[in-house]
């Protein structure tokens, strides 16, 4: 059955280019400033921003003019009956304000502007099942309801190694930061529903990785399991943490989605490797 609801997202959910093909998704990129340089997200490589936060330059990010969600909304209007945009927690970024305003533009009650609450692969995971259930044949107003449940089911727990970077852009407060350097341990946060917490602190990432275990088979009483790996600079790690997990059987799914976008990874800072986790 033909989908009748088009779907935009911004570049922070990192999907594969084939998927957004295959799916005729428009992708609407924010930017990165490197010592005012900018560069369109999604056209850089990450570890253009990696080698950046290493040599401690300065890194920035903006969120999309409203004219490029005007164009994608108005290219999609031409295909689907009713479009969905999604966009990084409002929390984390200014770009759904840019939604909106280009909904006012648009003129048209058929475009709808939802805040995932979400970020990285936990965006991609939302849009990729309101695709599938929207497949089915679903309306958009069935498919927004859906939305609100998956939103309501995940979360994002993740370590960094240093909290410096998400509070020098306004992500955590100051008094967070300082306890979790000044005690040299590794900070557990949780991105859920929009609000980033320091979670846990532990000592060492072996630790990390039993943390992220634990948080999974708490959800495991509930049913079967997804995780999906995301990380900055930690491409090792991150295979560790899926064999173990890999350990926990096969109600759980798992699947390591790979770099953090450079806008994302510019927010977290080095080190960072975590999971989105929720129940199917």
Known sequence: MQRKV???????????????????????????????????DGEIHPDVVVDALKNKKTVKTSQPAPELFLKAFE??????????????????SGTINSANLA???????????EDTESNINGAAYLAEKLIEYLDEGH????GLRHLGELKEKGSLVFTVDNLQQ?????????????????LKIKPILR??????AVEAKVRSFNNVVLYLLNETKKLMVFGKVVVRIAYVDRSTEAKILEHELFQLGENVTIKITGVISPVVSAHVGLGGLGIYITNE
């Open 6 to 40: 088009g779907i935009v997202v911004d570049s922070t959910f990192g999907l594969d280019p084939n998927y957004v093909k295959d799916n005729q998704i428009i992708v609407v990129p924010l930017n990165v400033l490197i010592d005012n340089k900018e560069y369109i």
């Open 75 to 92: 290219d999609q209007l031409k295909r689907y009956e009713d479009v969905i945009c999604m966009t990084i927690s409002k929390s984390l």
């Open 103 to 113: 909904k006012t533009l648009v003129e048209s009650e058929h475009v709808y502007v």
């Open 139 to 142: 309306s958009v107003q069935e």
């Open 166 to 182: 998400l509070v020098t852009n306004g992500r955590l407060s100051r008094v967070q930061g300082f306890i979790g350097n000044i």
């Open 191 to 196: 991105f859920s529903r929009g609000v980033l």
